[in-house]
């Protein structure tokens, strides 16, 4: 294993505990309201996941959903402007 991927697991293993962490003790919510999305994500990438059915939308966004699609969000879904 390459130095860079090493460093990069460990960066996303403490971020993983540390959310863990957080939720475990109730300082992080096991939701979002779609404000709240916006504001962390924007509000063109929160429409567009759940317009596409990646992240299941009622009154509330699950935020492990969220934080699953937008750590793994790229440009193949985006549409070119003259598409939209």
């Given at each position: 294993m ?6 990069l697991?460990?960066?996303?293993s ?8 957080l ?11 779609k ?25 509330r ?20 402007v003259?598409?939209r």
């Amino acid at each position: 294993m390459e130095r860079k991927q090493l460093a990069l697991l460990f960066s996303q293993s403490a971020v993983t505990s540390t959310q863990k962490v957080l939720a475990g003790c109730g300082a992080l919510p096991a939701s979002f309201t779609k404000r709240q999305a916006y504001k962390l994500y924007g509000r063109s990438d929160v429409d567009r996941w759940i317009a596409e059915g990646l992240i299941p939308f009622k009154e509330r966004i699950d935020r492990a959903a969220l934080e699953r699609i937008a750590s793994q969000s790229n440009r193949i879904t985006y549409l070119p402007v003259a598409d939209r």
